[in-house]
């Protein structure tokens, strides 16, 4: 994966939030999404990542949500 392979509008859409200061956490069932996070050349779009190397209960189960507002320090 190449960052040309981002969607259209996906990269203004991260900067809107970032310009207003708005949080972003990133929570995936994917072992993996750390790495096509760095592949995409996005790791500095996300506070937190929160993948399947660091949750336990799957889908519909919202542990991944809720481990990544706690990094994020909002309430879910």
Do not use: W, Y
């Not at 096509?36 to 929160?50: G, N, Q």
């Not at 990544?68 to 309430?75: F, G, I």
Request: aromatic share 4%.
């Amino acid at each position: 994966m190449h960052p040309d392979e981002i969607l259209p509008g996906v990269l203004d859409f991260l900067a809107e939030l970032r310009e207003r200061k708005i949080q972003i956490g990133l929570g995936s069932a994917s072992k993996n999404a750390r790495t096509i996070i760095h592949c995409l050349d996005l790791d500095k779009a996300f506070e937190c990542i929160i993948d399947g190397n660091k949750h336990t209960k799957s889908k519909p189960d919202p542990e991944v949500f809720l481990l990544a507002a706690e990094a994020l320090h909002v309430s879910p």
